[in-house]
Each structure stands twice: as structure tokens, then as C-alpha cells.
């Protein structure tokens, strides 16, 4: 029963762990997406803008 019991533990630590990381790298890597579309963002009207310099329709 004890070793039950332990082994249960351990797996329930396991999962713990596991999902914690997840999360770690879910916030991580959804951080660095918001980073890099901020950056598109910011760079799509500067290039627009100097095509739009050497003579645009609109």
C-alpha cells in the first residue's frame, strides 16, 4: 500500500512538473510571438511607406 501510494506520488509530482514546464515554455514562446508580430507591425508601414515615396496609386 505504502509503495502504492509512493509510486502514485511520484507520478502525481511527475505530472505536476511536466505541466509546469509547459507553461514555462507556452508563456515563453507566446511572449517571443508577441514580440515578433509587434515587430512586423512596426516594420510593414515603413516599408510600405518608402514604396509608396517613389510613387504609389493610392
Do not use: H, Q, W
Not at 34 to 57: F, H, M, Q, T, V
Amino acid at each position: 500500500f505504502s509503495v502504492n501510494l509512493l509510486i502514485l506520488s511520484s507520478i502525481s509530482l511527475l505530472i505536476l512538473f511536466v505541466i509546469k514546464k509547459y507553461f514555462e515554455i507556452y508563456s515563453m514562446v507566446k511572449f517571443i510571438t508577441i514580440i515578433r508580430i509587434d515587430y512586423e507591425i512596426l516594420r510593414i508601414p515603413s516599408l510600405s511607406s518608402r514604396a509608396c515615396s517613389n510613387g504609389c496609386s493610392e
